[in-house]
């Protein structure tokens, strides 16, 4: 009866939130409160406005008492709280060392379900940049009538976050500076360019690892998908791959279990509806060598 109640519940807060999305004008989408999107063919220098401005120091630990509070908000979307049983997104981000005051690059934001969580973890004194491209924002939302674009402007306007800027601009093209960020997020998302072609894989972990300042932190997780499968129409990778990728890059790699699951069939696509999205995957914490 209670799972009965919390599936009603998110079903009909799903539709709201759907509801409020569409309601906006393209013009209140532009527009609305923090949202601050800028495009890479803007100078770079003034791609990301001074709110952004680099961490100070000495950063805070990450306060998780503070973050497992903020992430039963009401102003978070139930569909993205339903997905934290199977991401734990407390957990990953405390193994991979993000702390407040950081700047963060969350990279392909999507929909936003990491952009406001990491928006909390990082506080007032951090900045969250949410990466998109043109054509991601346009895709539809997981299990939703709206589009990912439309998702993070909404999640960025009824969640406050005003220390989040949207950055609308391809991977190969970001517009940011050499050691200008303190950690990076890349989520479900290397297996799209490793598996067309690894070297794709490794321009954009090189690309990254430049972003990153020295100590900075890249951290990785995806679906895992065994060698010898078709992973490329899987939409998944093996564990292997993604590190030796990440050493090649000149990252230190330090792996963790904690998003395993054992029932999970690496022969079956991701979207098959048998797994109900709840894959097996490795998690990666990628840092940069101190100088």
């Known amino acids: 009866m209670r799972r009965l109640r919390a ?13 409020n999305a569409q309601s906006l004008t393209p013009e ?45 908000s009401p102003s978070r979307e139930v569909t993205d709280y339903l997905r934290d049983e199977t991401r734990k997104p407390i957990q990953t ?5 993000l702390k407040r005051g950081m700047r963060v690059l969350d990279l392909y934001a999507a929909g936003g379900y990491y952009t406001f969580i990491l928006s909390k973890a990082v506080g007032e ?11 991601g924002r346009a895709f539809i939302e997981d ?23 949207q950055l609308i601009a391809p991977t190969t093209a970001l517009g940011l500076a050499p050691e200008s960020l303190d950690f990076i997020l890349l989520t479900l998302t290397l297996h799209d360019y490793a598996n067309p ?8 972990l090189a690309t990254l690892y430049s972003l990153l300042r020295s100590d900075g932190i890249l951290g990785v997780s995806d679906h895992i998908g065994d060698t010898g499968n078709n992973n490329s129409a899987l939409h998944r990778m093996p564990q292997e791959q993604a590190v030796a990728l990440a050493q090649d890059a000149g990252f230190e790699v330090t792996t963790s279990d904690l998003l395993s699951v054992h ?3 690496h022969s079956r696509s991701i979207f098959d509806p048998r797994l109900a999205r709840n894959t097996d995957r490795f998690l990666l914490r990628l840092q940069k060598p101190a100088r």
């Open 125 to 135: 004194n951090g900045c969250v940049i949410a990466q998109n491209t043109q054509r």
């Open 7 to 19: 599936c009603v519940l998110a079903i009909c807060l799903g539709h709201i939130a759907s509801v």
């Open 143 to 165: 299990r939703q009538a709206i589009t990912q674009g439309e998702a993070l402007d909404t999640k960025i306007r009824a969640g406050n976050l005003s220390n989040v800027r």
């Open 93 to 97: 981000l405390d193994f991979l060392g």
């Open 197 to 204: 072609n690894p070297e794709r894989a490794k321009a954009l």
């Open 28 to 72: 209140q989408a532009q527009n609305v409160a923090n949202t601050g999107a800028y495009k890479s063919s803007d100078p770079p220098s003034n791609n990301i406005p001074d709110s952004c401005s680099p961490a100070s120091r000495p950063l805070q630990e990450l306060d998780t008492d503070a973050l497992s509070h903020a992430l039963i």
């Open 263 to 265: 029932t999970d069939d």
